[in-house]
């Protein structure tokens, strides 16, 4: 079984950054790992993956250049640095993980964690 904790989320103003970060605990090892979001009213959305080797990242149109996903595995630890964020970033993000396809596509993800919450104010 594997367990996905995020955190780092918090209220910024626009223009400004977060962090976040989502540890794996259990067998989590060579696992594509994403992080989605989902406004209110909206559908889950894709916005950055990283494959298990860290060779190839995955971004949404809409914060490619300005976010960045990343990973320590020796702490299990996936991040996503977001910068000049925007209103319209504002959502649950969620962690996600699984083994095969890598991508943005929610289905691609067996494993999700529970959300954290990023508000950007105008």
């Known amino acids: 079984q594997v367990q996905l904790v995020e955190s780092g989320g918090g209220s910024v103003q626009a223009g400004g950054s977060l962090r976040l970060s989502c540890a794996a605990f259990?067998?989590?090892?060579?696992?594509?790992m994403g992080w989605f979001r989902q406004a209110p009213g909206k559908q889950r959305e894709g916005v950055a993956a990283?494959?298990?080797?860290?060779?190839?990242?995955y971004y949404a149109d809409s914060v490619k250049g300005r976010f960045t996903i990343s990973q320590d595995n020796a702490k299990n630890t996936v991040y996503l640095q977001m910068n000049s964020l925007k209103p319209e970033d504002t959502a649950m993000y969620y962690c996600?993980?699984?083994?095969?396809?890598?991508?943005?596509?929610?289905?691609?993800?067996?494993?999700w964690g529970q959300g954290t919450q990023v508000t950007v104010s105008s």
């Open positions: 996600a993980a699984d083994w095969g396809r890598c991508g943005l596509r929610p289905d691609y993800f067996h494993y």
């Open positions: 990283i494959d298990s080797s860290g060779n190839s990242a």
């Open positions: 259990g067998y989590s090892f060579s696992m594509c």
